[in-house]
């Protein structure tokens, strides 16, 4: 069973920081591309960030220059670090396997409020 949970959550001003973390279970983690999403207040879920299994990363527009994805493929563990947060970043962020044949049922996710 694929299983992944995130934390590290919480409310922040704008400007400031918050780390990320996804804690995964089996084997199939380390090859695997795993993505950050998030999806604000009645709006659709969005792709944020992604990581290869070799640690090659891709940002959407929106985050390109604040926020840094990695991995420890060892601990099977995918982190995300945004700075320079903005109260649009404000959302419910999951992290998830970004092959649709792989990726299983959505987290809990954890809660990012960013305050003007």
């Known amino acids: 069973q694929v299983q992944l949970v995130e934390s590290g959550g919480g409310s922040v001003q704008a400007g400031g920081s918050l780390r990320l973390s996804c804690a995964a279970s089996?084997?199939?983690?380390?090859?695997?591309?795993v993505g950050w999403y998030r999806q604000p207040p009645g709006k659709q879920r969005e792709l944020v960030a992604t990581?290869?299994?070799?640690?090659?990363?891709n940002y959407a527009n929106s985050v390109k220059g604040r926020f840094t994805i990695s991995r420890d493929n060892a601990k099977n563990t995918v982190h995300l670090q945004m700075d320079s947060l903005k109260p649009e970043d404000t959302a419910v962020y999951y992290c998830?396997?970004?092959?649709?044949?792989?990726?299983?049922?959505w987290g809990q996710g954890t809660q990012v409020t960013v305050s003007s």
């Open positions: 998830n396997y970004v092959n649709p044949d792989i990726r299983g049922a």
């Open positions: 089996g084997s199939i983690f380390r090859i695997n591309v």
């Open positions: 990581i290869t299994s070799r640690g090659n990363t």
